[in-house]
């Protein structure tokens, strides 16, 4: 076997990934190059000689590091963007040094069976039944495409269509009843799946974004066929969760499939005192969450539990003659997600829940609500400011009222300004046709501190 030098390249990553991570607190929260500066640093021809890696690892920091958002600061509120608990970012590390393709069982078991864990206790945690199906996947996005595939298959199934034989040529016809201000996401998964946007039907959510039970009624007596239903736990926004197991019941006497899109807001089932506001998540059939957001765990982390462990993996199992398939209970990774060859993504999940424990989880959890609700009441008091919306997770919604007749002008100028100052970094977005800044709470290192600071700033930024 060829030598390698593993301790010159991996010294100066760690190094230089301690340095950074420690410096966190001190940074800008903010950008300052331009992407011609960064295009400048970074560029340049392919070299055509190999170089000393150490080397190579210090020049990428050097030139990277000044267009690095400090996105895990505890003053980055921007998106829906978590940081990384030590342990789950270690592991994240391991997870590189030991290179499973954790596709098979056959190919790294211990990954295979880190996953049979760490599913177990996210089912466990956020109270699902005990038995669902788990996939450790990108993101949201990919889960929830793969819950609508699983959930695609069933509906069409129980009016006597073959989906993976037949195709959805000729099909009988499919509808996703799902919430006006549901995820983007969900109709990215409409389109990857072929259904068309034509075959989605925008039930009408309330002035937070819970969906309306009677509208869905409506519709589920209305609409002929097969019936998905997308759920929200968390509004991107506003943080607002649908009343889901009354969707769940009134759903399923139609034969439709409820899907749970809970992105970050499925983690309040952890919590004992939020946990009431999800009431009703474990009678749905398949459910979407990340561990790159609220849990903290470092990107990519997406999950998806499924109620019809014989379904998800009818929908998804790879084959082929050269893949040494588990028998005897074994698991093969690749049966529950739409990737084939892939990243152990189940351990750093695993070390995040191990660090946090059942209590950990439920914390951060509480400490995210408690910081938002500290967010809302300072800046409701907040001279020429407004909050839009009562805070049901982690998000927040402020809109300047500006001196004259421009709230959005006002509101946009808000956000460049403070997006610029380098105290916090959030992003804007439009409410119900309204321009707001949007504040999410998801970094476990946020403290009461952070918000004053922000909520200084954001004052200071909207009188200037
Ligand atoms: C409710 C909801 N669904 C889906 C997503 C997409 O998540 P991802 O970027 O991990 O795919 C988000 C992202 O913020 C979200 O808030």
Redesign the pocket.
Known sequence: MREADWKGPLGEAHELAVRYLEGIPERPVTVAPTAAELREALGGALPDAPADAGSVVAELARAAEPGIMPSGSGRYFG???GGALPAAMAADWLVSAWDQNAALYAAGPSASVVEEVAGRWVADLLGLPAGVSVGFV???????FTGLRVGLDVVLGRHGWDLARDGLSGAPPVRLLVGTT?????DRAVRFLNLGAASIVPIESDRQGRMLVPALRAALEREAGSVLVST?????NTGAVDPVGEIADLAHEHGAWVHV?????LWAAASPALRPRLAGIERADSW?T?G??WLNVPY?S?IVLCAHPEAHRRAMAARGGYLQTATDGRRDEVDYVPDHSRRARGFPVYAALRSLGRQGVADLVERSYALACRFADQLADADGLEVLNEVELNQVLVRARGTGDDPDGATQRLVERLQADGTAWMSGTTWQGRAALRI?VSNWRTDEEDVDRTVAAIVRCARS
């Open positions: 998106f829906v963007i990108t993101s949201a996005q990919a889960a929830t549901r995820h983007g996401t969900v929200q736990v968390g509004d991107v899109d809970g992105a970050f807001g979407s990340d790159h957001k990519d997406g999410s």
